[in-house]
């Protein structure tokens, strides 16, 4: 039998509802890829999952949180930000009805769960990009093909209508490794899918359970048998109503030489811990979250968690990241000089104490100014003063000898008095305190 014709109607689809066993969930569920143990995965089904759930909300929202912006390279040590480039401008307002925040959010969702990003390019009469459109990646909702080397999507609306939009029109991200050279790979449908049909089959598992009171099946064996199947029914029934709802609990009469034979979990057993916790490991590794960002905590110390944390914005966090800046200045940018750029910085700041320590050093050593500093605690500058850089005075070149050190102390200090009388004759004859202790 076709598989059009188990769902058509007819004589064909009658037959088919006569064999369906009401104890196989399959003839229950909803669409979604077959797993080894015949369980339906889909990504809506795994969202269910609180650990699935967890790992992708942890995943986008701290990328659609971060700040981003266009640079321009200048030379090999400097660059300057654009904040009117046209790619800055889209993607801090995508379009009319989301902000860069909801986009961004959506866009690692996508990749997260379905391995694929795409947004349909709304483009005005000069041929220049203005609105980014999300399309459904869900392989059901949109397809991807290829003909002459050039892809096509082709996606389904609401109403039923199809639209083909051609490679120039969509901006697709791809999850690597690459399906058959179009489509990326989900961590979910793919990679995923047994981790997730085992969630999944749990969790269902323990619904049943705990729908049905939590209490273990039992089996009623007896000496004789009933007269007729209305007999065994009308005994079901009554042994339902003598031990649910308020009577649970209670005791119950059984007459004939019945005994209850119990088939069931020990109350350990039915809470899953063990299962449970390996397997809430399992989903996490999928996309690389540490464990205590879902909220399993057994073996998290303040220690680790700030290293995990760290481990969090550099292996987890990064191959996003990079995934989305190469795709923005390889389909939103047209000049090679200009690049994307996420900000970091705000998730790699540990505690006060050892970042201000951070700070000491590098004000110590010369490679950070007061100014600096404060642009990295998101505080106003102090002016032009705070934009000098200080070093030790006897920070000399490798392979000075002593005569060398010498000469440059001196230097410096000669150095030290000449701008100390410069700029107190600039300013009427009284030294400032800051140009004193300059020139000490």
């Known amino acids: 039998m076709g598989l059009f014709n188990l769902f058509g109607g007819g004589r064909d689809a009658a037959m088919a509802e006569a064999t369906r066993d009401a104890g196989e969930d399959r003839w229950f569920e909803g669409g979604g890829a077959r797993s080894e143990i015949d369980v339906a995965v889909s990504i809506e089904r795994a969202r269910k999952v609180p650990v699935i759930r967890d790992c992708l909300h942890t995943l986008s929202e701290n990328v659609a949180g971060l700040q981003f912006g266009c640079f321009q390279r200048l030379d090999e040590r400097r660059r300057r930000r654009l904040d009117q480039h046209p790619a800055m401008r889209l993607l801090s307002n995508p379009n009319r009805r989301q902000t860069s925040y909801e986009f961004l959010a959506c866009m690692v969702d996508d990749l997260a769960s379905h391995g694929d990003f795409m947004a349909r390019m709304i483009f005005d009469a000069a041929g220049n990009v203005v609105e980014l459109r999300r399309i459904n990646p869900d392989p059901a909702v949109t397809h991807v093909d290829e003909v002459e080397g050039v892809k096509r999507f082709t996606t389904r609306?609401?109403?039923?209508?199809?639209?083909?939009?051609?490679?120039?029109?969509?901006?697709?991200?791809?999850?690597?490794?690459?399906?058959?050279?179009?489509?990326?790979?989900?961590?979910?449908?793919?990679?995923?899918?047994?981790?997730?049909?085992?969630?999944?089959?749990?969790?269902?598992?323990?619904?049943?359970?705990?729908?049905?009171?939590?209490?273990?099946?039992?089996?009623?064996?007896?000496?004789?048998?009933?007269?007729?199947?209305?007999?065994?029914?009308?005994?079901?029934?009554?042994?339902?109503?003598?031990?649910?709802?308020?009577?649970?609990?209670?005791?119950?009469?059984?007459?004939?030489?019945?005994?209850?034979?119990?088939?069931?979990?020990?109350?350990?057993?039915?809470?899953?811990?063990?299962?449970?916790?390996?397997?809430?490991?399992?989903?996490?590794?999928?996309?690389?979250?540490?464990?205590?960002?879902?909220?399993?905590?057994?073996?998290?110390?303040?220690?680790?968690?700030?290293?995990?944390?760290?481990?969090?914005?550099?292996?987890?966090?990064?191959?996003?990241?990079?995934?989305?800046?190469?795709?923005?200045?390889?389909?939103?940018?047209?000049?090679?000089?200009?690049?994307?750029?996420?900000?970091?910085?705000?998730?790699?700041?540990?505690d006060i104490k050892t970042r201000f320590e951070a700070y000491a050093l590098g004000r110590q050593w010369g490679w950070l100014s007061v100014n600096d500093v404060l642009r990295m605690e998101n505080l106003n500058g102090i002016g032009a003063a705070g934009d000098r850089y200080v070093e030790p005075l006897n920070m000399v070149p490798v392979g000075t000898g002593p005569g060398g050190r010498e000469r440059d102390e001196r230097a410096a200090i000669d150095r030290s008095i000449a701008f100390l009388r410069e700029t107190t004759a600039r300013n009427g004859g009284r030294p400032r305190l800051e140009l004193v202790k300059h020139a000490a």
């Open 157 to 350: 609306d609401a109403r039923g209508q199809d639209h083909r939009y051609l490679e120039e029109e969509v901006w697709h991200i791809p999850l690597p490794p690459l399906k058959d050279g179009l489509r990326g790979t989900s961590p979910i449908l793919d990679d995923g899918r047994e981790a997730v049909a085992v969630a999944i089959a749990l969790q269902r598992y323990a619904n049943i359970l705990f729908k049905n009171d939590g209490t273990p099946p039992y089996a009623i064996t007896m000496d004789g048998n009933f007269k007729g199947a209305d007999d065994k029914k009308n005994f079901l029934k009554a042994w339902r109503r003598w031990t649910s709802g308020k009577n649970r609990h209670t005791p119950a009469v059984l007459e004939y030489g019945m005994k209850p034979t119990r088939m069931g979990l020990t109350a350990e057993e039915a809470q899953f811990l063990e299962t449970r916790k390996e397997l809430w490991l399992d989903l996490t590794r999928l996309w690389r979250v540490p464990p205590h960002k879902v909220g399993i905590m057994d073996k998290a110390t303040f220690s680790n968690i700030e290293h995990q944390a760290l481990e969090f914005v550099t292996d987890t966090l990064r191959p996003v990241l990079e995934l989305i800046e190469r795709s923005v200045a390889k389909f939103l940018i047209e000049e090679d000089d200009v690049f994307f750029e996420f900000n970091v910085e705000s998730l790699l700041r540990g």
